[in-house]
């Protein structure tokens, strides 16, 4: 059964905002620095958030919203 509108729209939020949180988290780590040389942007593809279903996540890769990485992990598709 294909999830609503606003059930998709919930959860692509969701999932940006979790993206955006590892991504900071990632950042803030002691030797990503400016000065020591560490790479940023190591983070591209997490695992959605868990109050959504399996479902939902299929439905917005194949939407072209997600794109599925490996096993139950996703990258968010820029531009969409």
């Not at 590892?22 to 030797?31: I, P």
Request: cysteine-free; glycine content about 12%; aromatic content about 8%.
């Amino acid at each position: 059964m294909p999830s609503t509108d606003d059930e998709l729209k919930k959860a692509l939020r969701a999932f940006k905002k979790r993206m955006k949180l590892t991504r900071l988290d990632d950042d803030s780590r002691v030797g990503h620095g400016p000065l020591s040389g560490g790479a940023k942007g190591l983070v591209v593809a997490i695992q959605p958030p868990s109050g959504f279903g399996k479902e939902i996540w299929e439905e917005l890769a194949d939407k072209g919203f997600l794109k599925r990485d490996t096993i139950g992990f996703y990258e968010l598709v820029e531009g969409k």
